[in-house]
């Protein structure tokens, strides 16, 4: 759905969305590489279950909320990647953090 | 961290930026709150580490903010970035979250210089995914240089719309369509305004040239679009509407394949913080949205607060932030660093300026209203993207007897989910003034309370 503009070089780390390993560019918010990784959503809905993605970009819409390395409703879109970060599509409603 | 200032700025866009670099040189101790990494705000997000070729992309109105975030680097502002302002009450007391941790500041003066938002434009099936903002389609350009891959529309009205199709062709990102939903009226309406907007030509000529490349790329453009709508199941496919009238009079039904939607009807005031200060707002009826009521050096109605740029009424990038050099001198007296004749004299260019780069928004304003159907949308489309509330049950609530927002929350839960009314607030105050027969100035808007953002114990307990 986006891709990059064709740029010389770019630093790129390493991060799993949803179990999977991906290579994304340095710098760029949690929503954008999973934008750029093809994913469809981000999460569900906990009224109706239904998909969304990322729809403001800037914070305002709440609509990028996703688990992050098991913190669950992060704005996706506010965060920056960092290398090894563990990123979830989150499922309806938050649940409470387990105790470890 | 520090826990007092002077001068509080929140917000690190052209007003913020200005405001804070002119107190700071005027002598004040001043720090800038923002919740990027880095200055810019929207409208100059990324520019200290944009690279080529986005950077040319992005056009000479983009780098303009190099300079003035220069300026504020070395004015000697303390700088606090990632920080989200969760807390704001009428004694000035400052909520900042940062990484996770809970802090407060005091100052005994505010500037909030809290920018835009777009407008909401609730439409049929502009919940699916693959439809966003236009703001959000630039954003992914400034910020990761991510333009979209697949088929992409652009819809509705405004200057903003034009950018993004004239940066988007510089990129050479290919347009299946630009859908106008500008009623044919404006422009008749507009034209009263254009005399008084020719100082500020250069606009105009932007504009114009904007219009011109989008024509010249041979992009279809459909204009005076009534019954927009995002089609889908689960995802994006297809955007449909129905044509204005054409020469033969005729109007007709198409329907455009696309993965991506991108939706703008010009921008609001963001003004939660202006609110949870407890400053007066006003309805402004030819910006068709909610502005904070000030004086001409951004005096709001609260002793210690003043407000810049598009927070106190949308103003552009330019203006914003000659109104946030206006504020750093009211500060700067306010708090006996200058005098009145100081202030007065270090004013007048500004105030010259600022009267130019204002001339050109009636004309503006006119030419782009908001279109009725996206203000005021029927029954079945989604106002409330968080609780998911559609007009229908708002219109219900307004005729159970709920006069207001803060009632209409109530029963229906909207405006109660995380963005805490941010996406819906406007439409529920438009819907219920036009179920109730009320103005908007007798509906009001949905009453801000802390905590802004959703705040863990943990990070509240994290100090």
Sequence with gaps: MFRRVDETSVDTLKLRIEDREYEVPVGISVAAAVLLCGFNKVRNTPVTDSPRLPYCMMGICFDCLMTIDGIPNQQACQLEVRENMAIEIQRGTAELLQQR | ?463
């Design chain 2, 1 to 463: 961290m520090k826990d007092h200032c002077q001068l509080l700025v929140i917000g690190a866009g052209p007003a913020g930026l200005a405001a804070a670099a002119d107190a700071a040189r005027l002598g004040l101790d001043v720090a800038l709150v923002d919740e990027q990494k880095a200055p810019g705000g929207q409208i100059y997000r990324n520019i200290g580490s944009a690279r080529e070729p986005v950077r040319s992309y992005l056009g000479k109105d983009y780098l303009r903010g190099e300079p003035l975030v220069a300026e504020f680097l070395r004015s000697g502002a303390t700088y606090i970035n990632n920080a989200s302002v969760w807390y704001l009450d009428e004694r000035l007391e400052t909520g900042l979250l940062i990484d996770g941790a809970s802090h407060f500041i005091t100052a005994e003066r505010l500037i909030l210089a809290t920018g835009a938002q777009e407008r909401p434009m609730p439409l049929p099936g502009w919940q699916l995914p693959g439809v966003m903002t236009a703001g959000a389609g630039q954003i992914l350009l400034k910020s990761a240089a991510m333009i979209p891959s697949g088929r992409v529309v652009l819809a509705g009205s405004g200057p903003l719309l034009l950018l993004i199709a004239w940066q988007y062709l510089q990129v050479g990102v290919k347009i299946n369509a630009i859908i106008d939903t500008t009623p044919r009226s404006s422009l008749p309406e507009a034209l009263p305004y254009l005399p008084r907007a020719l100082p500020a030509f250069d606009y105009l000529l932007k504009g114009l040239s904007f219009v011109l490349a989008i024509k010249k790329a041979g992009i279809p453009v459909y204009k005076a679009v009534v019954d927009l709508r995002a089609e889908g199941h689960e995802l994006l496919e297809s955007v449909s509407f129905t044509t204005g009238r054409g020469k033969s009079n005729e109007r007709t039904e198409i329907s455009i394949e696309a993965e991506t939607l991108l939706l703008h009807q010009g921008v609001i005031p963001n003004l939660r913080l202006p609110l949870a200060a407890g400053c007066e707002v006003e309805w402004d009826e030819q910006q068709q949205s909610w502005k904070t009521t000030k004086d001409i050096w951004g005096q709001s109605s609260i002793d210690r607060v003043l407000v810049a740029g598009d927070c106190s009424g949308i103003v552009g990038a330019r203006a914003g932030e000659l109104q946030g050099r206006l504020c750093a001198l009211q500060a700067a007296h306010q708090l006996n660093k200058i005098d009145l004749q100081q202030r007065d004299r270090a004013a007048t260019r500004i105030k010259r300026s600022l009267q130019r780069h204002l001339s050109i928004r009636p004309f503006l304003d006119a030419l782009y209203p908001p279109a009725r159907a996206y203000q005021v949308p029927e029954d079945e489309t989604l106002v409330c993207r968080c609780e998911e509330v559609n007009a229908g049950q708002i219109r219900q609530a307004a005729r159970m007897g709920c006069v207001g927002p803060n009632q209409v929350k109530a029963f229906t839960r909207c405006g109660m989910g995380p963005c805490q009314g941010c996406l819906c607030g406007s439409t529920v105050s438009a819907l219920v003034a036009d179920e109730t027969g009320s103005t908007m100035e007798q509906v009001g808007y949905f009453r801000v309370r802390p905590p802004f953002k959703p705040i863990t114990l943990g990070e509240l307990a994290n100090t």
